[in-house]
């Protein structure tokens, strides 16, 4: 071979070699832009899904209002005085007794609710106490509390003047007789480490709960007065009670009470007041005055008794602007003798009414509970005879005539309870329709919310 052809060779070996190298170079060039390339889409996508709003339907949906997730309806009535004459007519042959009469046509409007409160002025002092026995001294049978639950009452208020009038024992007896019937009660208690208020879960929302009554201003070495008769000094701590002479030792005890509810979750604050002045249609300055200061700490709603005729409702505004509450200063009578021909001191028939008060809470999802509405039934105590005996009976009046309408009632009695209606309605129309223009809730009167 010469070496011409052998550098011809030469050179043929050195281009293939080249070619070969620059493919290898060629294909790694390509795998390194086709990385590139699928990296930059990557992030660009990615970069993409940040920057775009999320469609409806996806996890990150757009900001909602607040909706309501829970409402709880509150309904509530006034006083139960078992006089002598209601509780002659409840005696039965065989020698008990059977109020069934009082909450026949009521217990529907109880059942209906999630939650129903009447102010038992009554005490369960039982024989131990003497016999069975009305004003001013009330002593009642086991089984009112038994035809209470069954009307579907499940929640007793029972601090009130009378709650001392069978003594220690019988305040202590009377607790007893409600736990054992399943009963839930505030006001009083059994021994002072049982709780001054309760807050219970109803469908999700706390209500925190707690009701007061006032003392006679005649204590002696720190012991409390009730209905004019010192208590014991063991039986001082059993009953939630205020002075007026001693006002800012209560207005001190409700905030920490107030406090303590609210830090056992409460996210709404029910005030249950014993308090005013009987046969009075209108609050007293004192009865004013404390609304005013519940308000200022935080209270939703002030529910009143004692006057045993209706006063009516109002907006509280706290001093602070950051709390409104609404008050009913007094609920009358759920079921008395206070009959208008035997009422001296109270002759015009007020003592025959009262109301189904109802109030509604609801709970939003951002957590907040609001009150959202008021509404009122107004009630008239019907006495009638029945095989020889007075019965009581306590008849929802959602319209004028529904004495006679719905419940049959005739001639003078249909007439009574017409007359109540109309006086219910002078007395609570104006306030009611304040309260229900403030909350936004529908202007009516005498239908139930729920």
């Not at 070996?13 to 590139?36: E, N």
């Not at 038994?146 to 709650?163: C, E, R, V």
């Not at 999700?204 to 007061?212: A, N, P, Q, T």
Request: hydrophobic fraction near 35%.
């Amino acid at each position: 071979m010469d070496n011409r052809t052998s550098r011809r060779k030469k050179a043929i070996r050195r281009r293939r070699i080249f070619l070969s190298i620059c493919a290898v170079c060629l294909v790694a060039v390509i795998a390194v832009l086709a990385i590139s390339i699928s990296a930059i889409s990557k992030a660009l996508k990615t970069d993409k899904n940040k920057t775009e709003p999320s469609s409806p339907s996806s996890s990150q949906s757009e900001p909602k209002e607040p909706y309501i997730v829970s409402s709880v309806t509150v309904v509530n009535t006034g006083d139960v005085l078992v006089h002598s004459p209601v509780l002659s007519g409840a005696k039965t042959a065989d020698g008990g007794y059977d109020f069934s009469s009082f909450f026949g046509e009521t217990s529907p409007y109880f059942k209906s609710a999630d939650l129903s409160v009447i102010n038992l002025e009554v005490t369960f002092g039982g024989k131990e106490s003497g016999e069975f026995s009305g004003y001013p001294m009330f002593n009642s049978p086991d089984s009112l509390a038994d035809t209470i639950k069954d009307a579907g009452l499940n929640l007793i208020l029972t601090a009130n003047n009378h709650s001392y009038d069978t003594g220690l024992f019988g305040m202590k007896r009377t607790v007893q007789v409600l736990k054992e019937k399943g009963l839930a009660f505030i006001g009083t208690k059994e021994s002072e480490s049982d709780p001054t208020y309760l807050v219970k879960n109803v469908n999700g929302i706390k209500l925190g709960v707690v009701c007061y009554t006032y003392e006679t201003s005649c204590s002696i070495d720190g012991r409390k007065a009730l209905n004019g008769g010192i208590i014991s000094a063991e039986a001082n701590p059993l009953i939630n009670s205020f002075s007026y002479d001693r006002i800012n030792d209560f207005y001190s005890e409700a905030q920490s009470v107030i406090s303590a509810m609210k830090k056992d979750g409460a996210d709404a604050i029910i005030f249950y007041m014993h308090w005013g002045d009987e046969y009075k249609l209108s609050p007293n300055t004192w009865q004013k005055s404390i609304s005013q200061q519940l308000c200022n700490f935080g209270v939703n709603v002030i529910v009143g008794g004692h006057p045993h005729v209706l006063q009516p409702m109002e907006v509280i505004y706290s001093e602070d602007s950051q709390n409104t509450a609404v008050c009913i200063y007094s609920m009358g009578n759920a079921v008395s003798n206070q009959r208008q021909e035997e009422m001296d001191s109270c002759p015009s028939g007020h003592t025959e009414d009262g109301v189904l008060f109802y109030y509604t809470f609801d709970k939003y999802s951002d957590g907040k509970t609001v009150l959202s509405s008021v509404d009122l039934v107004p009630t008239w105590v019907n006495k009638y005879r029945d095989n020889g005996r007075n019965q009581y009976q306590i008849i929802p009046l959602e319209n004028a005539t529904d004495g006679a309408d719905k419940y049959g009632l005739t001639g003078v009695t249909a007439q009574r309870a017409e007359k109540s209606y109309n006086r219910t309605k002078v007395l609570m129309e104006e306030s009611l329709s304040k309260c229900q223009e403030h909350l936004g809730s529908e202007i009516r009167f005498g239908k139930p919310t729920k």
